[in-house]
């Protein structure tokens, strides 16, 4: 499956009980900055789990254009022999990050401070996405960057050959951004300083401290700030990828939907800049159990147990959660039309600017399947119709979203009638397994 490619339309029926294991792919932030990380340390940074879907694909040869060797063998482990923090290479060709902000941005930070130039581009979605929240704070530290209107891809950054570090306040609640920001600083001389008012998800920071950088996290009446000193000799790490929680929240999802279901998400991260959305299932009334709760790399992990949950009532989102669960909106949305009452979900401007207007794409759907949805700028309003009671039988455009893709595709298996996406292709950008992996536990989706 692939976003480029021609279409792949899906249908899920109304299925059965969901049971059984389901082992999700590992996760995407971490995928990527495990390649970036290891790319910037000098030697040889083993990777095991790591998310083989398009976007980190698409990392991974990124890497490799920057000089980095990048190889997996037949186990599916990943060796990164990296160039060290400054000796990124030129590359040579346009660097395509299909369908990745996350990609394209990270890997613009970590070559602005370098003296070298470098074009990227991606598929309709990205080229449509704004980046000028990362080339802004990147000129600071004196890259120049030239794209299209309004910030966007294709786009052209040339790296500062002599850059100064920055303190730069996150003005949006973007881990993206803030990692773009530590990754320049990487090169830079000094002190980099980010603050972010909303904590969002640290695996940058976590990740650098693991490779040896001299990182430090404060909470702060002005909100977190984080200090990086400047050009440390990385040293390469063994790094065994987690399994996404923003993957596992579908299984869950679903199998919370799903009459008589009992399904088993094991190894799942609840580190709690992600794990929002479980928080907010529970309050829903959810049944969803965190078993054989542990800690492993320095981070909080549980399996997850959901069932079938015939009582869910609607709630309100807490806005400082929202950074916490941002991916999972889409799926919680769905979620909420099951639901007896409203949920609530205020500020949530981001959603708007993600691999679509997943406000827009979702409000879309379902609306078409029955359901009523309010919406503004940074806020909309499912109302819930109760278990059983869901239309269903529309169609929906995914808008070259994977999460949309599947979010509509859990709603199909607990409505009335069938839903329909007109492109599953996306899909394969953060869970190539999606499909196997559903129809294992007892969905019924088909092509076509
Ligand atoms: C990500 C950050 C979030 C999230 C994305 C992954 C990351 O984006 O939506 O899927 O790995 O840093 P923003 O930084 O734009 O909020």
């Avoid at 346009?94 to 902000?101: A, E, L, M, Y």
């Avoid at 009671?389 to 169609?395: A, F, I, L, S, Y």
């Amino acid at each position: 499956m692939s976003g480029h490619g021609t279409p792949i339309p899906m249908i899920s029926h109304p299925c059965g009980p969901l049971a059984g294991r389901a082992d999700v792919p590992g996760d995407k932030s971490i995928s990527h900055r495990a390649l970036i990380l290891g790319a910037l340390s000098v030697g040889e940074t083993v990777i095991t789990g790591l998310l083989e879907g398009d976007d980190v694909l698409d990392t991974a040869k990124a890497m490799r254009a920057f000089g980095a060797e990048v190889s997996r063998d037949e186990h599916g482990t990943w060796r990164v022999h990296g160039v060290g923090v400054g000796g990124f290479a030129e590359p040579s060709q346009v660097i395509d990050c299909g369908n990745s902000g996350t990609g394209v941005r990270l890997i613009m930070g970590a070559m602005a401070t370098s003296p070298i130039t470098a074009t990227f581009t991606g598929d309709a979605s990205l080229n449509k996405r704004p980046m000028a929240r990362v080339t802004d704070p990147l000129a600071l530290f004196g890259a120049r960057a030239v794209g299209r209107s309004g910030g966007r891809l294709p786009m052209t950054v040339v790296g500062a050959a002599d850059p100064v570090p920055v303190r730069y306040e996150v003005p949006v609640p973007s881990a993206q951004v803030k990692s773009a920001v530590l990754l320049a600083g990487l090169n830079a001389p000094g002190q980099t300083v980010v603050i972010e008012r909303e904590a969002t998800r640290d695996h940058t920071e976590r990740m650098l401290a693991g490779f040896g950088a001299t990182i430090t996290t404060e909470d702060t009446p002005e909100g977190r700030v984080i200090t990086l000193n400047g050009q440390p000799d990385l040293i390469p790490q063994g790094i065994a990828v987690p399994r996404d929680p923003s993957s596992a929240a579908f299984p869950v999802c679903a199998a919370i939907l799903t009459p008589g279901s009992d399904v088993l998400v094991p190894n799942i991260g609840l580190n709690p800049t992600r794990a929002g959305l479980f928080t907010t299932l529970r309050e829903m009334g959810a049944e969803l159990e965190y078993e054989n709760l542990r800690e492993e790399g320095g981070e909080p992990v549980a399996d997850l147990r959901a069932r079938f949950s015939p009582d869910l009532r609607g709630v309100e989102v807490p806005p400082a959660r929202a950074a916490s669960m941002i991916d999972e909106y889409p799926v919680l949305s769905v979620v909420a039309a099951f639901a007896t009452g409203q949920t609530v979900m205020r500020g949530v401007r981001e959603l708007r600017v993600k691999e679509s207007d997943r406000i827009a794409a979702m409000a879309a759907g379902l609306r078409a399947g029955g359901v009523t949805v309010e919406d503004g700028p940074d806020w909309w309003i499912v109302h819930g119709l109760g278990h059983g009671n869901v239309p269903g039988g529309q169609t929906c455009e995914s808008h070259l979203d994977h999460r949309i893709a599947m979010s509509f595709l859990v709603m199909g298996m607990a409505a009335q009638a069938p839903v329909s996406v007109d492109d599953a292709g996306p899909i394969a950008t953060s869970f190539p397994v999606f499909e196997p992996l559903m129809a294992a536990l007892g969905a019924d989706i088909r092509r076509g």
